[in-house]
């Protein structure tokens, strides 16, 4: 094998080579530079495939044929071979990404550039602390030419102030180096470790500016201003290697001299992680620049890299898989992030909406922020999950928040971003120019991470179980995405209808779970189906729609923690994709992700306490937290209630739902929301009925489930966009079934199993024909709606039908949810919340009513007297949906009554018995099947009798009677279903007052005020930099050795 | 002797960081991270003296087991290479604030505050 | 006034850790361990007279070769930098003609100043000195030059070419110490000759020779890219 | 389980006899209300009068299917309420069809004809209708709230939701009547009753001299002659189920008539002392007094 040294040789002789036949080679110093890299890449690669292999230990590479300390000796081992490996690949990349550029500015680039890649590949095995010292210099040197290349007033100031503040840094770790040079009288990195000298007070100061030295080279904040403006001012190529490079070589720098300084630093160095994880995110949040954003983003994934390095004591033998997984995501995504923007030239993050003019580049963006943030199936997924679960066996409560609120933090501005790329108007901006050259390195690092994570995955516990079959299947879809929608509808419903069928074998002992597949993947089906009725290729949907739908479904299945998070995440960032599709969605599905996220990490926390608490990464563990049992139950619920869009955690889902696609709507509404449900569901069996520690949980759950119906009800009455009036019908639908799954019996679960079938269908059904409508009229409001009835008959019936059964009039199904409710607060003594949640289910009339009558009913808008029915593709599902309803209605023990006998072994409460069709609790009796008859029978005996009492009915015409209260212009002014509970609003409308949404306004301004307010401390002055610094050393050294 | 020089390098070192956070003109703060930098220098060089002992050249290879008397060669071989990191670190600089110069006309700090937040 | 106080403040909590230093700092009647080694076996090892030579050249070759690339790409950024300015605003400046104590001096000096770095960087192993230091009198040289011709356009092209042999050389003497001794840059690639003479201490005199080269072409680079920038308007 | 054609039949006679109690009631008590107002009022046979001429009007318009339908709906929520309800205790024939569902299955039914009838006066497009129908709805949201809670303590009481069984419950004396036994809960549904009945001052649904007449201002005819029908059968079923739930049922046709018509007296009576009031005054009126008993109801079993 080549010996590592040579990557410097290679380095520095092709860089004095140049010089020398540098005008004589014009042509092919291009190439010369690309070779040496590729060199060096081959070098260390093969060193990775050694040590990926096994076929070679950790080697010592002396120099000047003597021993250490006497010589300075480099180390390879596995870390350094990844290191080294990604610096030079990182290196190749970013060469050929600014080919041109360097071809353009001449030799000395190349050379510095070389030298620039070099002194990483040094830094990282060197095992010689002033050898170390001397290569972070040629670093910082060579960073400070490369930053000149942009030839800019801007660019001139960022390097002054880089210069002055990492030569005042390393004049400080010189100190440091002497000192500690002249306590242990050695150099060499790991007798000094061997000397202990952290611990010997006089040598405390050396450690400590060796420390301090390497921390603020990491730009810790607030000392990170001029690191900042780096990123800002210099050509996007080199912000790529700063961001990737230089900070994945000093956070490894770091983690090697640590050892230095001894275990009571750690805890400082998280801390500074922590310090500067939240608050560059912080910041971050306020920040449009697109280049400093990233910065920003940067620096906060550097601190979050300290705080793992500072916390390794906890973390054991994991640090390595932790900190790399970290490390690797962020230094693909950031390389290929600052490639792109250097494809844009954008001054402003709301002008990457022209990365839609190139599909490719938008796909790889998005890869590129959730690989940042941590979703599945990128490498930092993994990670995090191991360290939040690593952390939690160690029971470091408060840094699992801490990073969970910095991430958190760094997902408000990336995917405000996203959404800005997606949704923003970009005719305006200038076309793409992109040659190959640009492509290929944003290529690499996407489908890296895409292999890495896939490559990562079984090192986890129960990461094998994993299915990555569907997620295949998406990727096959990605690529045919140029084909029209009927083509890409039907393989999309074949693969749903095959995946159906591959799967009910593993489930056919679970009806919970079977159910649940009915609900999510014969959701799917229907739903799909409807999209028959687009037109054109609808590119991206359905690749988006199936994550979603394989997120889903990886729920069901799920038997490890890991395996339910991985697939929650995906069904996550699959219906972020689908909502914000929808015209004015940006808003709504910006704060659905943002909930989503919350909500994922509040699960993450609860699962990292089961794990704390059973060593045991299956499902099963959640059965048995013995440790801070009611904090994790709390925020597993919290985390679920998020989707379910219980009270307090509900304000993006009105958006969301009202704004997305026809189509879309039912997807997230009627299908998605059972996500959160499964999940409480799954959660409270563990619990179990008498769990002292989830008592009180479940009292103030069911408290909320309660008000989450009277707000959600009281809010759709009051809304005049129609498919906002469903969307707030699905909070209180939801609140119902939280409300039913919190009384933990087992008739208040049968309701809410009820509920849970009924809104399926119903708002399925609501959302199709809604939606359908509100696509055909080109208008949300109802009152510019009206007499479609005339128009779409079919459309009213299955209106209709499904407001029945919302209503809970008998006989369809929804009776049966209330029936139970009733029987089942009576037998928990739940009486207020009882008479709450009926109270509310009146309530549901005023919106119904609406709904129906403002859309259907009423007079015939002057521009829609040409209407005509909605899509056949979008009724014939809806039909079988409605067929559904009647069989459910009218033979309600063929389902309840399976449900029931799986419910038993769980609760030993009072349950509904069944003789035949009669179903019987110890309050009171309901036949499904008779009442259908007496019904049937009687509505039909009447019909009968009135027709036979009517005449020839004349029919009216719309003019023949006034209109005294609706005119066709300026319908808001006067028509009657505008604001049509004027009355009510005035007596009970205090109560749906957007507190909780003025409440999360508030909260988010604040936020964005202390990042604002905060941020004003980088004011450009290269003198309050250097301040920064200073004041960052000393308040350090204040801390610890001044025992402040 | 030892003690009064390695306290004149401290006090460089602290005059120096005084001057760069303190100086307002680009020249005078390159002034004074030279002297920061000569500070840490002199430091280091009576890190390795050795009371009483010669400049580390022998006249003839010392016989094994005695060590001749001499000042420590590390701290000297390492201020060598950290007068020429200074140097390149100082050029750098000069040739930075030509560049700001070209660019604003001007040396004053307060004038380059284009970066912020 | 307030900023004034602050920076007081700090240069105060400065002064507290450099404090800290000072009392950790005892004068020396020994030698560090790593020290001792070198007086004991430097010279028999490398075959330097010169002890701080054999710990620069040898023992840590690898920080010199830093040193000689920090060197090297200061030059380059600094001829990178400094050369690309749009044409229209390159303006020769009216100069002062130079005094003729100056002029003629340094026609007296130049040769003298230039012997005189050759033979620190040739007697670097032996005496004090060494590359460095030679190359930085040869560059003292060329300022001195610059100085009594302000007009005069150093040749780049020699310049380059010097700079780019004697560092291209380095690097394959250090190779070459990977193939015929005991790793890169060990100096026992020749033989070590007799303690004491020139012609000893292995490769450490040629390194030497090369490391003056480079460096004595390196500053005078730099320097002259300075006097050219300065030149102009 | 009983569908044969007996039952069937009685239950049709049980129907004929509440329809024309219904009728004879309404004409008492506007009767009543004209004296009491000073006037003479109209002759007790008037409302079967209005029935024969309302049914063999020769013309009649239609705005559309559900316009059409709506009163099917209607008469079917009148008719489905006492479908489902035993009329008189201990006997099986006229228990009608109530082993289909108990008291939550009646309180629910109510709605089919509500939604029924503001369905069909919704196509209508007549705004009168679709003000009425917002009023009513906005009402009955909150009349409804002290129903409820009147129903939970009763559940909570006798610990079931069978109206037989509560009937059963309160027999031996009037001292048995849940209006003695659980007064509060008792107190709060004649409260809500008042708005069921939509007479003075909850009688802005229909509001005389503002709206026409509600909801059904374009029902004329046949179908407004069914919307009699069914306002006779209702309220004898209202009545009716308030007399099984609070006033110890009735183990015979006499009983059940003296029962009804006193509390359908109690509406009328209450009717004609107080005035009208606003739509947000009467929403709120229920959620204090009848809603705090309602509450007490439920306190004092807990």
């Known amino acids: 094998m080549v010996g590592p040294i040579y990557i410097i040789a290679i380095a520095l002789g092709l860089a004095f080579a140049m010089g020398l036949f540098g005008k004589a080679l014009k042509g092919i110093t291009g190439a010369l530079l690309m070779l040496g890299l590729a060199a060096m890449t081959f070098i260390s690669g093969q060193w990775l495939w050694a040590f990926l292999t096994d076929s070679v230990t950790t080697t010592q590479i002396f120099t000047a044929g003597f021993k250490p300390p006497y010589s300075i000796n480099l180390q390879m081992g596995m870390e350094e071979a990844i290191l080294t490996f990604i610096i030079n690949v990182a290196g190749l990349l970013g060469a050929t990404y600014m080919y041109q550029t360097f071809s353009k500015k001449g030799e000395q680039l190349k050379m510095i550039f070389l030298v620039f890649i070099m002194s990483m590949n040094v830094t990282v095995m060197t095992r010689d602390m002033f050898n170390l010292f001397v290569f972070l210099e040629i670093e910082s040197i060579a960073l400070a030419g490369l930053v000149l290349m942009s030839n800019t007033g801007k660019a001139f100031q960022a390097g002054m102030k880089y210069l002055i503040a990492t030569g005042i840094i390393s004049g400080l770790l010189l100190l440091g180096i002497i000192f500690a040079y002249s306590f242990t009288g050695t150099l060499n990195i790991d007798d000094m470790i061997g000397a202990h000298l952290g611990t010997i007070k006089a040598s405390s100061v050396a450690v400590f500016l060796i420390l301090v030295a390497f921390i603020l080279e990491l730009k810790p904040f607030p000392a990170n201003g001029w690191g900042l403006d780096v990123y800002t001012a210099a050509h996007p190529g080199i912000g790529a290697l700063v961001s990737a490079t230089v900070a994945s070589a000093g956070v490894y720098v770091l983690y090697k001299v640590m050892p230095i300084a001894g275990q009571e630093w750690y805890y400082y160095v998280s801390l500074i992680g922590a310090l500067t994880f939240v608050g560059s995110n912080l910041m971050g949040t306020r920040q449009n620049t697109p280049n400093r954003l990233l910065g920003y983003s940067s620096i906060g994934q550097v601190g979050l890299l300290m705080i793992i390095l500072g916390l390794q004591d906890y973390l054991g033998d994991k640090t390595a898989f932790i900190a790399f997984g970290i490390l690797i995501s962020h230094y693909a995504a950031k390389a290929g992030l600052f490639w792109i923007s250097g494809i844009l030239k954008a001054n402003d993050i709301k002008d990457w909406a022209a990365l839609r003019k190139n599909p490719f580049l938008l796909f790889l963006f998005g890869t590129f922020l959730f690989a940042l943030i941590g979703f599945p199936p990128f490498p930092s997924f993994f990670a995090k999950w191991e360290l939040i679960m690593t952390l939690s066996t160690q029971g470091q409560l408060v840094w699992i928040a801490v990073i969970l609120v910095g991430s958190f933090i760094e997902g408000i501005y990336l995917f405000r971003w996203l959404g800005y790329a997606l949704k923003l108007d970009h005719s305006e901006l200038p076309s793409l120019n992109i040659t190959w050259n640009k492509m290929i390195p944003i290529w690499v690092m996407g489908m890296s991470l895409y292999v890495l994570g896939v490559y990562v995955t079984p090192m986890v516990e129960f990461g094998r179980y994993i299915n990555y079959i569907p997620l295949l299947f998406i990727l096959v879809m990605f690529a045919l995405d140029f084909l029209p929608v009927y083509i890409k509808n039907t393989l999309s419903i074949g693969g749903v209808v095959w995946y159906m069928i591959d799967l009910w074998p593993r489930i056919e002992d679970d009806l919970m779970r079977q159910i649940f597949a009915v609900i999510f993947l014969g959701g799917a089906v229907i739903t799909l189906a409807a999209g028959y009725s687009k037109k054109g290729t609808r590119k991206g949907f359905y690749p988006m729609a199936l994550l979603m739908f394989a997120g889903l479904v990886g729920i069901i299945e799920a038997s490890s923690m890991i395996d339910f998070f991985f697939s929650w995440e995906l069904m996550t960032a699959g219906s972020y994709f689908l909502i914000i599709r929808g015209k004015r969605s940006m808003p709504h599905a910006y704060s659905y992700i943002l909930f989503s996220i919350a909500g994922a990490y509040a699960i993450l926390m609860g699962f990292g306490l089961a794990y704390g608490s059973n060593l045991d990464a299956g499902l099963t563990a959640l059965g048995n937290i013995s440790f801070l049992p009611t904090l994790a139950y709390s925020l597993l619920a919290v985390g679920f209630m998020t989707k379910t869009a219980s009270l307090g955690l509900h304000i993006w889902l009105p958006g969301a739902h009202g704004e997305a696609e026809s189509d879309v709507s039912p997807m997230v509404s009627a299908i998605l929301l059972k996500a959160g449900v499964f999940g409480l569901m799954l959660l409270f069996l563990f619990i179990g009925t008498d769990n002292p520690n989830a008592t009180k949980l479940l009292y103030v759950l069911g408290w909320v489930g309660a008000l989450t119906t009277l707000v959600g009800n009281m809010s759709a009455a009051f809304q005049e966009d129609a498919k906002r009036l469903l969307a707030y019908s699905s909070i209180a639908q939801l609140g119902y079934v939280l409300f039913g799954l919190a009384i933990m019996t087992h008739m208040g679960w049968m309701a809410s199993f009820t509920y849970t ?9 609501l959302f199709l024909v809604i939606g359908g409508i509100v696509v055909k009229l080109g208008t949300h409001n109802m009152f510019e709606m009206g007499g479609m009835i005339k128009k779409m008959p079919f459309s009213f019936i299955a209106v209709l ?7 809970g009039i008998p006989p369809l199904s929804g009776f049966a949810g209330k029936w139970l409710f009733y029987n089942a607060i009576i037998e928990k003594g739940w009486y207020f919340q009882g008479a709450i949640i009926f109270f509310a289910g009146i309530i549901a009339f005023l919106y119904l009513y609406k709904l129906i009558h403002s859309v259907f009913l009423g007079q015939l808008k002057d521009n829609h007297r040409n209407m005509t029915e909605i899509s056949w593709w979008i009724l014939g599902p809806v039909y079988v949906l409605i067929i559904g309803i009647m069989i459910f209605s009218a033979f309600p023990q063929y389902v309840l009554q399976p449900i029931g006998e799986m419910l038993n072994p769980y609760f030993n409460t009072e349950i509904v018995s069944w003789e035949g069709t009669k179903a019987f609790t110890k309050l009171g009796y309901w036949d499904g099947t008779t009442i259908m008859i007496v019904v049937g029978t009687a509505f039909v005996l009447l019909l009968g009798w009135l027709i036979s009492l009517s005449r020839k009915a004349q029919k009216v015409k719309q003019f023949n009677i006034v209109y005294a209260a609706e005119r066709p212009f300026r319908p808001e002014t006067t028509h009657v279903s505008y604001n049509i509970y004027a009355g009510y609003k005035k007596a009970l409308g205090f109560l749906v007052a957007p507190g909780i949404t003025n409440f999360w306004n508030t909260v988010s301004d604040m936020v ?33 050795i001044g025992g402040l | 002797m030892e003690y009064i020089i390695i306290s004149i390098g401290f006090a460089l070192v602290l005059l120096g960081l005084y001057g760069i956070m303190y100086m307002r003109n680009l020249m005078r703060i390159i002034i004074a991270f030279t002297l920061f930098n000569t500070g840490i220098n002199i430091v280091m060089v009576s890190i390795g003296y050795i009371r009483n002992a010669s400049a580390p050249i022998l006249d003839a290879i010392p016989a094994a087991g005695t060590t001749p008397n001499i000042v420590d060669p590390v701290p000297q071989a390492l201020v060598l290479t950290a007068i020429v990191i200074g140097l390149g670190v100082t050029a750098l600089m000069l040739t930075y604030v030509v560049k700001l110069h070209q660019d604003k006309k001007s040396l004053d700090i307060n004038n380059f505050k284009d970066l912020k937040w | 006034m307030v900023k004034k106080f602050l920076i007081l403040l700090l240069v105060a909590g400065m002064g507290l850790i450099i404090f800290d230093l000072y009392q950790a700092y005892d004068s020396k009647e020994n030698l560090s361990t790593l020290g001792e ?3 004991q076996n430097g010279a028999e090892e490398v075959g330097a007279a010169n002890l701080v030579t054999a710990v620069v050249v040898t023992y840590r070759g690898l920080d ?18 400094l050369s690309f300015r749009k044409e229209d605003e390159i303006e020769e400046k009216e100069l002062r003609p130079t005094s003729e104590i100056l002029s003629i001096a340094s026609q007296v000096l130049t040769p003298i100043i230039m012997l005189v770095g050759i033979y620190i960087f040739i007697n670097g192993h032996l005496t004090p000195g060494g590359g460095f230091q030679g190359g930085a009198v040869i560059a003292s040289a060329i300022l001195l030059m610059l100085m009594a011709k302000p007009k005069l356009e150093i040749s780049h092209k020699i310049i380059g070419f010097v ?12 190779a070459l110490g990977i193939v015929l001794a005991g790793g890169f840059l060990d100096n026992r690639i020749m033989s070590l000759g007799t303690f004491g003479t020139l012609l000893s201490a292995g490769a450490i005199p040629l390194i030497y020779i090369f490391v003056g080269l480079k460096v004595g072409a390196e500053l005078s680079n730099i320097v002259g890219s300075m006097s050219h920038n300065q030149n102009e308007k | 389980m009983d569908y044969s054609l007996t039952k069937f039949l009685w239950t049709l006679l049980g129907l004929f006899i509440v329809t024309n109690w219904g009728l004879l009631m309404s004409s008492t008590m506007r009767r009543i209300g004209a004296r009491v107002a000073g006037r003479y009022g109209i002759p007790w046979y008037q409302p079967w009068i209005d029935l024969a001429k309302l049914y063999s009007l020769r013309s009649q318009i239609t705005h559309g299917t559900m316009f059409y339908i709506g009163p099917v709906f209607r008469l079917m929520g009148g008719v489905g309420m006492f479908l489902f309800m035993p009329m008189i205790f201990g006997s099986a024939l006229w228990s009608n069809y109530s082993f289909s569902g108990d008291l939550i299955l009646i309180l629910y039914f109510q709605f089919f004809g509500m939604l029924g009838m503001a369905l069909g006066a919704g196509e209508g497009g007549q705004p009168y209708s679709a003000i009425g129908i917002s009023r009513g709805l906005s009402q009955f949201t909150t009349i409804e709230v002290p129903m409820t809670l009147a129903v939970i303590s009763l559940a909570i009481q006798y610990q079931t939701f069978s109206i037989s069984d509560i009937v059963a419950a309160q027999q031996g004396g009037f001292m048995n009547w849940t209006v003695m036994t659980n007064p509060f809960a008792t107190i709060a549904a004649m409260l809500s009753l008042l708005g069921a009945f939509g007479h003075s001052p909850f009688n802005l649904v229909k509001a005389p001299n503002e709206i026409p007449i509600g909801p059904p201002t374009e029902y004329h005819g046949t179908f407004l002659g069914v919307l009699r029908t069914n306002g006779a059968i ?6 009716a189920l308030f007399m099984n739930l609070f006033f110890g049922g009735a183990t015979s046709w006499f009983e059940l008539i003296i029962k009804t018509f006193l509390i359908y007296f109690w509406s009328v009576f209450v009717g004609t002392v107080f005035p009208r009031f606003r739509i947000e005054q009467s929403v709120v009126w229920f959620l204090k007094w009848p809603t705090i008993l309602g509450i007490i109801a439920i306190i004092i079993y807990l």
């Not at chain 3, 700079?163 to 250090?174: A, T």
């Open chain 1, 1008 to 1040: 964005l005020d202390i990042a604002g307010w905060l941020r004003r401390i980088y004011s450009g002055s290269i003198q309050n930099y250097t301040l920064h610094v200073i004041v960052f050393i000393v308040v350090f050294y204040l801390i610890t």
């Open chain 3, 64 to 81: 010199t070769l830093g040193e000689v690339s920090i060197l090297f790409l200061t030059a380059a950024i600094l001829s990178f930098a």
């Open chain 3, 37 to 39: 080694y070198y007086a």
């Open chain 1, 757 to 765: 079938i009924n809104h399926f269908m119903f708002k399925s059904i």
């Open chain 1, 801 to 807: 039908i499904s407001i029945i059964v919302i209503g």
């Open chain 3, 163 to 174: 700079e780019s042999i004697s560092g291209l050389s380095f690097i394959i003497i250090g």
């Open chain 4, 234 to 239: 209702l309220h004898v079923a209202e009545a």
